[in-house]
């Protein structure tokens, strides 16, 4: 009796004592829980709050962009105009960029469709003019029509139908129209797009797969847009499914939802979180510049009530079942395995007088084991036999599988391994046997695991082995990596992602360039044939400052595209031999006219030994010079600019290095031996730099001052495009200035030399343009002219046709027109031409596919086939692209199209006259 007292006395207040502990620590577990839970939830919702507006903000600039397009002016009726084709062009084209929209449609103001573009069997199609109909009665025209400029009809968001039945499998759809007006301000129609909501509501599907919780998508009357159980979408197109909304099935929360924008709330049937997403108030905002009219145009609907719920419902069996098995599963085995140690330590303590020392250590041995148990369940650890049965495994290899608890415990480990991985495993584990040989052990593998029910998944293995009293036994720590191998996955895909994006831009980069240069053709070149006329002087300053301002738009466009080809890595460099002397006076000849216009003094230095034969790229050597030569002219108003070029090291590799001092071996490592290293600065005594502002001077579109913009002009792509092709040369580019005292641009090239002495001269400083060396300059060799000859001109735009047509018959030519592809092949065919200038797009047969069936026809005639034409021979006619696709890669894609040469615009008409007069000279 004595006994069992004092053991009541220890065992009954360490008993409590231990209960206590274990009610708290499940407290404290099931508030983290509900906190974790809540938080991710508010995220994923706002996310997709987030998503929507993204998703409704671009459709919505999509259709004012298309309703802004100038063609519409010329494209009201049926026909096969060009600008009709234009504009189907630009709807097929946007059509395929996008890949969201059903339908794109333009309806003039009589509900007639002019062109409409659909989504059929996998790819966009333009439908013919005899299958278009009249929309006139439809309320989204007549809606629409009613509009001010700016504003955009949105539709409700519902299942598209078909002959007044839902169209089959189910199409989500909301429709968007924005009225079309001309420069009168007159409407010409409506463009309509019909939005494929599948895009969207696919944003709610990829939340469900890593998300406890249900996400779902309701309008304002409680009905299913989106829900994990599809039954229960779009009740309100069914008849016999108008009772099933969200408020008739969890009444009480659809009642606090639809008074409240946002929230997060528990009830008897789960916690629920949402948000409102108002359509026709959010969209609208500065960036867009438009209004979002409801489907009740006329106002009778508020913006306010035109909206979704945004709603994740977490029921209680999902709130409480990481509770419930932590309690079970943790808890509670714990628990009672610490009551029953606790109550056999009590019996003994009590019986024998076990010392406080003893219980001290007991208590320090349990906790220990605790910490270890707990230390090494993030893995899961596997121990089986040398026979290949599992003796042991912990709670997590055991989830990790899907197996219950001890289920594991006994069975063959060829149950956890793939069929195709299991001969492997029973010969590794013989070889090891036989000869102690391990390709695997203490190694970290990835290989495949089977679940209890069959699905193969990837796994992390690290193997051991291990012996007791003379028994083997492996080891094996398990990590389940599926999350990371999805992660990569998702990596993988944002790269290609980024690589698409990418090569949009380069698209309508190339597009943008195309489309500028072809005005700037006609701009330029009917300002100089007028130049050549007998004018007034008026008129002359005025053609004089057209010719400028189309100059200065070319260099920006060429500068952005330069830019574009560096950053990318299309810029390519030539290794051609060049006279740097000549490279440089010629360089600086353009820039000539402007210091003398200011009264500045433009001269050029050369240091001793600098040699004349150089290998490298006298083209971008020639920009750089341009670029730091220009800006240091633009921004000096008194002074001079200096232009100095001198030996850094240099290495030619003529005679013994020892006895000639000239030829040295470089000592910069980044640059190899036998290189020549010059050193260029260009000093002015301009503005300056602040000393803060110097680093920003070498970025895009950046200049020291924004002022400076104002008054200076410029892109501030100079200097960014300097420092790439510097760099990209293999040098290196800095600046040296103090403001108010001037700036020097230095930078370093390698290049290889050919001869180390140079020509002699007779003075170290030159001033180019100076009236001194007027007279001394050679006079430049004319082009030498060929005879008349009679040229095919492939041009679709009339400005250039007028432009280029008058240009060469000014010089003995004779020029005749084809207006595309298709007539430019028969033009060829039928008659006889020394010479074909072809235009690259262009409608009906673009020039690469003209000139390919050109050179497929002559090499047909050389290998004896018979020509459907008694006056068509075998002989090659030179044909020369004439053309604004000015990309790194144009040119190459022309010459490989079978081109003989390449002219980009806008045109030069002298250069263009010499090249055609190289190539009949050639004939």
């Not at 924005?178 to 709610?204: C, D, I, Q, T």
């Not at 990569?488 to 831009?505: C, G, S």
Request: glycine share 8%; with cysteine; charged share 25%.
């Amino acid at each position: 009796m004595l006994t069992f007292k004092r053991f009541l006395k220890i065992f009954v207040p360490l008993g409590v004592l231990l209960a206590g502990i274990v009610l708290a620590i499940w407290y404290q577990e099931a508030i983290k829980e509900k906190i974790i839970l809540e938080t991710w939830e508010r995220h994923r919702i706002n996310l997709l709050k987030i998503t929507l507006f993204k998703d409704v903000e671009s459709i919505v600039s999509d259709v004012l962009v298309l309703a802004e397009s100038h063609e519409y002016e010329e494209v009201t009726e049926y026909g096969n105009s060009d600008e009709f084709q234009d504009l189907a062009d630009d709807y097929l084209a946007f059509f395929k960029r996008k890949g969201v929209y059903d339908q794109v449609r333009f309806i003039n103001v009589d509900g007639l469709e002019i062109i409409r573009i659909s989504y059929n069997a996998g790819k966009p199609v333009l439908v013919p003019v005899d299958k278009l109909q009249s929309k006139a009665h439809r309320y989204y025209f007549q809606k629409a029509m009613r509009l001010k400029h700016g504003e955009v009809y949105v539709s409700p968001f519902d299942l598209n139908m078909e002959h007044n039945e839902i169209e089959r499998p189910y199409k989500p759809m909301i429709r968007f129209a924005a009225p079309v007006f001309n420069s009168h301000g007159e409407r010409l129609g409506v463009v309509v797009m019909n939005y494929l909501g599948v895009k969207l509501l696919n944003h709610f599907q990829m939340v469900h797969v890593a998300s406890p919780g249900r996400v779902m998508l309701l309008n304002k009357d409680g009905y299913w847009l989106h829900s994990h159980d599809p039954e229960e979408e779009w009740g309100f197109m069914f008849e016999e499914k108008k009772g099933r909304t969200f408020g008739n099935s969890y009444l009480g929360a659809w009642h606090r939802i639809t008074k409240e924008k946002s929230g997060q709330f528990s009830t008897a049937d789960g916690m629920f979180t949402f948000e409102t997403f108002y359509l026709l108030q959010e969209i609208k905002s500065p960036e867009i510049g438009t209004n979002l009219v409801p489907d009740d145009s006329d106002g009778k609907q508020k913006a306010g009530q035109y909206y979704w719920k945004i709603v994740s419902h977490c029921p209680p069996e999902i709130l409480n079942s990481g509770n419930h098995q932590f309690l079970l599963r943790t808890l509670l085995p714990l628990y009672f395995a610490a009551i029953l140690i606790l109550a056999v330590g009590s019996w003994l303590l009590a019986k024998a007088g076990i010392t406080r020392k003893i219980t001290e250590e007991a208590l320090k041995e349990n906790v220990a084991k605790y910490r270890q148990v707990h230390a090494t369940a993030f893995d899961g650890i596997i121990i089986a036999n040398s026979d290949g049965n599992i003796v042991e495994t912990n709670r997590k290899a055991e989830e990790i599988f899907g197996y219950e608890d001890g289920e594991l415990t006994g069975s063959d480990l060829v149950c956890l391994i793939p069929e195709s991985l299991r001969d492997r495993h029973l010969a590794g584990i013989k070889r090891f046997l036989e000869t102690g040989e391990s390709r695997v052990q203490g190694k970290i593998v990835e290989l495949e695991g089977v679940r209890k029910k069959g699905e193969i998944f990837p796994v992390e293995l690290t193997i051991a082995h291990f012996s007791v009293e003379g028994h083997a036994y492996f080891s094996g720590t398990i990590r389940d990596i599926t999350n990371r191998k999805l992660g990569e996955k998702k990596l993988l895909l944002a790269k290609k992602e980024a690589e698409t994006a990418n090569r949009a831009k380069s698209d309508f980069l190339s597009n943008m360039s195309h489309e500028l240069r072809t005005p700037l053709t006609s701009i330029l070149g009917f300002a100089n044939l007028l130049l050549d006329g007998n004018i007034s002087e008026k008129e002359r300053k005025c053609l004089k400052i057209i010719h400028t301002s189309g100059s200065n738009l070319m260099v920006i466009i060429n500068e952005i595209l330069d830019l574009f080809n560096v950053e990318s890595g299309k810029m390519e460099l030539e290794e051609t031999f060049f006279d740097l002397r000549v490279t440089l006076e010629k360089s600086l000849k353009p820039l000539t006219r402007k210091a003398e216009e200011k009264r500045l003094g433009l001269f050029v230095l050369f240091g001793p030994n600098i040699p004349d034969g150089l290998i490298g790229d006298p083209g971008r050597l020639r920009q750089i010079i341009l670029n730091l030569v220009g800006n240091a002219v633009k921004f000096t108003d008194t002074g001079k600019v200096t232009v100095e070029c001198k030996m850094e090291t240099e290495s030619c590799g003529l005679g013994s290095e020892k006895n000639n001092p000239k030829c040295q071996e470089s000592k910069t490592s980044i640059f190899p031996a036998k290189t020549c290293l010059l050193h260029f600065s260009v000093r002015d005594s301009g503005i300056g730099i602040p000393k803060n502002k110097q680093e920003v001077i070498f970025e895009s579109f950046r200049q020291a001052d924004g002022s400076s913009t104002r008054k200076y002009g410029g892109t501030g792509l100079g200097t960014a495009i300097s420092k790439s092709l510097v760099e990209l040369m293999g040098g290196k580019i800095w600046l040296e200035s103090e403001e108010g005292e001037g700036s020097n641009f230095q930078f370093i090239l390698p290049f290889k030399c050919l001869a180390c002495e140079p020509k002699p001269k007779k003075n170290m400083s030159e001033q180019i343009g100076s009236p001194q060396e007027a007279g001394e300059e050679e006079t430049e060799k004319k082009p030498e002219s060929s005879r008349p000859l009679n040229i095919l001109f492939a041009e679709d735009d009339p400005p250039s046709q007028l432009l280029i047509k008058t240009a060469l018959e000014d010089v003995g030519h004779c020029v005749e027109i084809a207006e595309n592809g298709k007539e430019a092949l028969e033009k060829w065919k039928q008659g006889e031409f020394d010479l074909i200038l072809m235009d690259i797009q262009m409608p009906l047969i673009n020039g690469w596919v003209a000139t390919k069936t050109i050179r497929d026809f002559e090499r047909g005639l050389q290998v004896g086939e018979t020509s459907t034409k008694s006056n068509k021979s075998a002989s090659h006619v030179p044909i020369i692209a004439l053309t604004a696709f000015a990309m790194a890669e144009d040119e190459k894609e022309c010459l490989n199209a079978g081109m003989d040469d390449y002219i980009s615009k806008p045109v030069d008409l002298e250069e263009m006259i010499q090249k055609i007069n190289k190539w009949g000279l050639a004939q």
